[in-house]
């Protein structure tokens, strides 16, 4: 048992709907932290399925987990923001219903924080195929800051792990997109002078499904365009040299 002594609480985001198949999965890799100052919200959109006899019993024997019903559901970012406005801990951290943490990742990632000052975080984590294939998402930068988080990605959601104070109102309100909002929260955060610091280790895997959302890439560019256009009111010209960079980056990676 972790002794948790000044460990300051995390409060973890998990946004669901019918994620009967793999939520078990992804809230026992929260158990089973070896950091244990932690809650875990999971906020459900209405599922059909069994997703909220999963989690009810999985209240039963651990009351960290709290079930919350998000009736006005909008989307995963509407129902990261409800849970945050629920949230208790000095950090907040997401997962996914889909997803899972490595281990030590809590535990790592809040040492890292603590010792260095930080209020922005994420790691490395890995692709995780239906076929159980892993494969690694590298990461390149040590850090973010705004200008470079406009023509790099590299921040997962499911990685990261922020002060609470940072998730202002005016951040968590922009939360009518289908996906991508959580990389437009970054961007509002760092716009101010915060950095995003990388934890070089992979403590997170991301399952990569025929539904996933990110994997539509029309959408997600055209998206990542309205971002950058109307959410940041950055000029056309620049906005295309953006997309030039992140094309860029994207054959790098590949060689």
């Known amino acids: 048992?972790?002794?948790?002594?000044?460990?300051?609480?995390?409060?973890?985001?998990?946004?669901?709907?019918?994620?009967?198949?793999?939520?078990?999965?992804?809230?026992?890799?929260?158990?089973?932290?070896?950091?244990?100052?932690?809650?875990?919200l999971v906020v459900d959109a209405g599922s059909s399925d069994n997703t909220k006899n999963i989690v009810q019993g999985i209240i039963k024997a651990d009351p960290r987990v709290k079930f919350i019903?998000?009736?006005?559901?909008?989307?995963?970012?509407?129902?990261?923001?409800?849970?945050?406005?629920?949230?208790?801990g000095k950090y907040i951290a997401f997962l996914d219903a889909d997803d899972l943490w490595d281990h030590d990742k809590l535990r790592k990632q809040s040492e890292f924080m603590q010792k260095n000052g930080h209020t922005f975080s994420y790691t490395k984590f890995n692709f995780l195929h239906e076929d159980g294939h892993l494969i690694e998402n590298k990461m390149t930068d040590i850090q973010y800051t705004f200008s470079s988080a406009l023509v790099k990605r590299g921040i997962g959601c499911l990685?990261?792990?922020?002060s609470r104070e940072l998730l202002t109102d005016n951040i968590i309100s922009q939360n009518n997109k289908k996906h991508g909002e959580d990389y437009l929260w970054w961007l509002l955060i760092m716009r101010s002078g915060v950095r995003a610091?990388?934890?070089?280790?992979?403590?997170?895997?991301?399952?990569v499904t025929n539904d996933t959302l990110s994997s539509h890439k029309l959408s997600h560019y055209t998206t990542l365009w309205k971002t950058y256009r109307n959410d940041l009111s950055l000029s056309a010209w620049f906005?295309?040299?953006c997309f030039l960079l992140l094309a860029l980056q994207k054959l790098n990676y590949r060689r």
């Open 1 to 40: 048992m972790t002794d948790t002594t000044d460990q300051p609480c995390v409060s973890i985001i998990m946004p669901c709907f019918n994620s009967e198949k793999y939520i078990l999965a992804a809230i026992t890799s929260i158990i089973n932290q070896s950091f244990e100052a932690w809650e875990l």
């Open 159 to 162: 990685t990261v792990m922020i």
């Open 69 to 88: 019903f998000n009736t006005d559901d909008k989307g995963p970012a509407h129902a990261r923001a409800t849970g945050i406005n629920s949230a208790r």
């Open 239 to 241: 906005v295309i040299r």
């Open 197 to 207: 610091y990388g934890l070089n280790e992979t403590l997170a895997s991301y399952r």
